[in-house]
């Protein structure tokens, strides 16, 4: 059975650093083909896809977001970790981190989600 | 950056059919990629409803159909039922920009049964 399941700070100052991390099981990041990506959405709003990474490191960025998210993974954990920098009141949302259903394909749909974790960015 | 473009609302009768569609461009859906949709209930995390324009993941009732065609995409519901009021997303693929491609989600329906 997979699960996913975020973890991270609550609140965030502007201009601050963001660290998330993802902690899931059932699968492993050592599969060929396998990814985990990273969405989120706004209080009320739309889902924005951020980021993925494959099992080989390949990595894929929003390219409206690229230059302040990094995305990374602990193999041996079973962890992807999100960094996004200069944060802003507009990053307030809730972060989800979901598993990428086929292999390989980079426009795969998302199978399973988790929980999500709300993070606000306020002084 | 490209959009995916669905209805803000859509509403409907229980027992009754409605369908959700979801606008792209020759960039994305209408390159070819594949579209995925996605319920939820404010407050939870999406569920996987559609993959691959037309498939349902196991689990999910006959109900939900997905279709495509051109640059758009269509989610029906048939049987309209209490348990379907959610917010409803599609999902696909860009290649507009040529340094990238990306995930695109369309703004998102929300489905109430009256």
């Known amino acids: 059975q997979i699960t996913l399941k975020e973890s991270g700070p609550t609140l965030v100052k502007p201009t601050q650093t963001l660290t998330l991390t993802c902690t899931f099981s059932?699968?492993?990041?050592?599969?060929?083909?396998?990814?985990v990506g990273w969405i989120r959405q706004p209080p009320g709003k739309a889902l924005e896809w951020l980021a993925l990474?494959?099992?080989?490191?390949?990595?894929r960025y929003s390219p409206s977001l690229k230059t302040r998210l990094t995305i990374t993974k602990v193999t041996s954990k079973n962890q992807v970790v999100l960094t996004m920098t200069n944060l802003g009141p507009v990053d307030t949302s809730t972060y989800f981190c979901?598993?990428?259903?086929?292999?390989?394909?980079?426009?795969?749909?998302?199978?399973?989600w988790g929980q999500g974790t709300l993070v606000t960015v306020s002084s | 950056q490209s959009v995916l473009t669905q209805p803000p609302s859509v509403s409907g009768a229980p027992g009754q059919r409605v369908t959700i569609s979801c606008t792209g461009s020759?960039?994305?859906?209408?390159?070819?990629?594949?579209v995925h949709w996605y319920q939820q209930v404010p407050g939870t995390a999406p569920k996987l409803l559609i993959y691959?324009?037309?498939n349902r993941p196991s689990g999910v009732p006959d109900r939900f159909s997905g279709s495509k065609s051109g640059t758009s995409a269509s989610l029906a519901i048939t049987g309209l039922q209490a348990e379907d009021e959610a917010d409803y997303y599609c999902?696909?693929?860009?290649?507009?920009?040529?340094?990238?491609?990306?995930?695109?989600f369309g703004g998102g329906t929300k489905l109430t049964v009256l």
């Open positions: 059932g699968f492993s990041l050592s599969t060929g083909g396998v990814g």
């Open positions: 691959g324009s037309t």
């Open positions: 990474i494959y099992w080989n490191d390949d990595k």
């Open positions: 020759s960039s994305n859906i209408g390159s070819g990629y594949d």
């Open positions: 999902q696909s693929y860009d290649n507009s920009l040529s340094a990238s491609d990306f995930v695109l």
């Open positions: 979901a598993h990428l259903r086929h292999p390989f394909d980079v426009w795969s749909a998302y199978d399973y």
